[in-house]
Structures are given as structure tokens and as C-alpha cells.
């Protein structure tokens, strides 16, 4: 089946740790997107990928980081320097095309820091 | 890039009809209107998308006036289990183009008995 995995699904991180967590696709989009989400708040854009090896930064970019080695792949780092990472996390991806151009979500990664 | 707003919650009765509109006053040529719903701990899924005009699926539809600032989503006979939060997004989502799709706040709509 065609989709988006995320994983882990859960996360617990320690003050100070950066983790990483995963988006793999194979829907062969070009464009893949990361998003947080906050309890009882909207997605807001930390960081999106039209091709392999070219990223760029979404409203919110301060403490995250991201690659673009393969086309299925977009992993997310959330760094030390992230001052409030506990949150939800959405990774999503879409083709492009002008006439179905949705995009297709994972099920999500919720990142607690102790 | 076009901004949008919604109403923050909606309330509405098992069985009625619910109008959702997005207001995007400055709103690009080339942007298309996309809603969204999302369930607690889930992923948003796909709804409906429009350029201008009406739009209708199985499960909703899209009315965009002419000066496409604005667009409402309408669900037909609401039950229970449309109880979730309702996004506007409003983007370029050409080919070749990764563009920077930026959601609203979103409308929760709650569904009762």
C-alpha cells in the first residue's frame, strides 16, 4: 500500500538530546513537509523539501533541521536548541499535480521531553 | 502568500447542514483552495479541493465566489462522527513547485444529539 510511515509514533527525550524522527514515503512525490502541532492548535510549517538535496526553512525552522538524501526519505532533527519540543509532529507529502495536489499525512510522531 | 481565517468552533446538531467558511483576502492566480480534516492524534486528510465556482464530492462541497476571497466548506447532514477540526489551505500546488503551504487555525466543529 502507498503511503507515509513515520515512526516512532512515541518519543521521550531528555533535556539537552537531539532525536530524530523519521518520514519515509512511497507515493514517488517530490515535495515532503514537516509540521507541529501543539495541543489545541494548528499545524504550523518547520521545514519543506521540493527535490532531494534542497530544503527550505517554514515559519518556524529555529532549532529543527532536516536532509534530503533520497527522494522517499525526509527525516526531521529536532536539536538541543529547541526550546520547546514537546509536541506532535506531521510530516506530509504531494505530488504537485495542478489537479490533485493534496497532501497525504503521516500518522504523526508526539515527541514528550522529561 | 495567502493568509486565511476561520471561525475558532462551530456547534451544530446531528443531522443538519454546516457552512465553514475560510476568508483569503489576498489570494494568488495561481493558488488553489484545499480543506482539510483532522481527528485528535491524527493526520489531516483530505477533503475537497477548488479553484472557483462549486465543487461537490461524496462527502462535501466547495462554493468559491467569483473574487475567490473566500470559501465555504459545506457538509450535508452532519452526524457524530464529523466532530473534528476543519482546515482552510490556501496554495500554489503547481508541478515543479514546492511551495510553502501554510495552515490556518482551523474551526473545530462540534456535533451533538
Known amino acids: 500500500d502507498g503511503g507515509i510511515t513515520q515512526s516512532p509514533k512515541y518519543l521521550f527525550r531528555k533535556e539537552g538530546q537531539n532525536v530524530t524522527l523519521s518520514c519515509e514515503q512511497n507515493l514517488n512525490h517530490d515535495a515532503m513537509y514537516w509540521y507541529r502541532q501543539d495541543p489545541g492548535q494548528g499545524l504550523r510549517l518547520i521545514y519543506y523539501s521540493q527535490i532531494v538535496n534542497d530544503f527550505q526553512k517554514g515559519d518556524i525552522a529555529e532549532g529543527y533541521s532536516v536532509s534530503r538524501e533520497k527522494k522517499e526519505s525526509f527525516p526531521l532533527t529536532v536539536t538541543s536548541a529547541q526550546k520547546n519540543p514537546t509536541a506532535f509532529y506531521l510530516c506530509?507529502?504531494?505530488?504537485?499535480?495542478?489537479?490533485?495536489?493534496?497532501?497525504?499525512f503521516g500518522e504523526g510522531s508526539r515527541l514528550t521531553v522529561l | 502568500l495567502a493568509k486565511t481565517t476561520q471561525p475558532i468552533s462551530m456547534d451544530s446538531y446531528e443531522g443538519q447542514e454546516v457552512n465553514i467558511t475560510c476568508s483569503h483576502n489576498n489570494i494568488a492566480t495561481n493558488d488553489y483552495i484545499t480543506w482539510y480534516q483532522q481527528f485528535p492524534s491524527q493526520g489531516p486528510r483530505f477533503i475537497i479541493q477548488?479553484?472557483?465556482t462549486k465543487v461537490t464530492n461524496e462527502v462535501a462541497s466547495l462554493f468559491i465566489p467569483a473574487d475567490r476571497k473566500s470559501s465555504t466548506l459545506s457538509l450535508p447532514r452532519v452526524s457524530l462522527s464529523d466532530t473534528a477540526v476543519y482546515y482552510c489551505l490556501v496554495g500554489d500546488i503547481n508541478t515543479g513547485t514546492a511551495s510553502k503551504l501554510t495552515f490556518g487555525t482551523g474551526t473545530r466543529l462540534q456535533v451533538t444529539l
Open positions: 477548488g479553484y472557483k
Open positions: 506530509a507529502s504531494t505530488s504537485g499535480d495542478r489537479y490533485t495536489g493534496e497532501l497525504f
